[in-house]
T-cell receptor, first 117, second 114 residues
Framework: GAVVSQHPSRVICKSGTSVKIECRSL??????MFWYRQFPKKSLMLMAT?????????EQGVEKDKFLINHASLTLSTLTVTSAHPEDSSFYIC?????????????FGSGTQLSVL | AQSVTQLDSQVPVFEEAPVELRCNYS??????LFWYVQYPNQGLQLLLK??????LVESINGFEAEFNKSQTSFHLRKPSVHISDTAEYFC????????????FGQGTTLQVKP
């Protein structure tokens, strides 16, 4: 079946540095990918919709200059947390939409645990 | 706006016992409902979904959920759980069946004990 690969699974960085998270669809092309964030014991919150070849659409309250999203190819979207601070520590997860066939399907990556020191 | 509430953050049960994971939603418009499961160190996987038709939907591994519009609920049930069912379960809603803009609940950790 279709698989979405997310890398890295865990990253620890110093405050002020930038971190890039990759989301790849391995056996299908995904024109649309989604980025979510999850705080401990909280819901997954949609951060932005990543569209191949165009600007991402951010949800209300999400800083687009802080969370840079690039969807340069049909199989790769990246989320860059710029100038990370401890409050950015969280679990980030991506999903990719597989539009092949009659019914669209959504596949999730395994997530990235970001810890900012 | 839609919202989802999963009333139980953790549900411990013994193997072969029945289980119910509760999910309630609020929405002013019709919604589509999903249950996702996340096994340790893996991504979320779709367990089952309600789009239309029969209000009782089933998964291939014995789970079922019933859409109850009057109670705005979509509780997940299994008559007899296995150790391998230990995972995090997320209830989610969306306004359209063809979108990834899902609104998730907080998740429920199902802990199956031998």
């Amino acid at each position: 079946g279709a698989v979405v690969s997310q890398h890295p699974s865990r990253v620890i960085c110093k405050s002020g540095t930038s971190v890039k998270i990759e989301c790849r669809s391995l056996d299908f092309q995904a024109t649309t990918m989604f980025w979510y964030r999850q705080f401990p014991k909280k819901s997954l919150m949609l951060m932005a919709t990543s569209n191949e070849g165009s600007k991402a659409t951010y949800e209300q309250g999400v800083e687009k200059d802080k969370f840079l999203i690039n969807h340069a190819s049909l199989t790769l979207s990246t989320l860059t947390v710029t100038s990370a601070h401890p409050e950015d520590s969280s679990f980030y997860i991506c999903s990719a939409r597989d539009s092949r066939g009659r019914n669209e399907k959504l596949f999730f990556g395994s997530g990235t645990q970001l810890s900012v020191l | 706006a839609q919202s989802v509430t999963q009333l139980d953050s953790q549900v411990p049960v013994f193997e072969e016992a029945p289980v119910e994971l509760r999910c309630n939603y609020s929405s002013s418009v019709s919604v589509y409902l999903f249950w996702y499961v996340q096994y340790p160190n893996q991504g979320l996987q779709l367990l089952l979904k309600y789009l239309s038709g029969s209000t009782l939907v089933e998964s291939i591994n014995g789970f079922e959920a019933e859409f109850n519009k009057s109670q705005t609920s979509f509780h997940l049930r299994k008559p007899s759980v296995h150790i391998s069912d230990t995972a995090e379960y997320f209830c989610a809603v969306t306004r359209s069946s063809n979108t990834g803009k899902l609104i998730f609940g907080q998740g429920t950790t199902l802990q199956v004990k031998p």
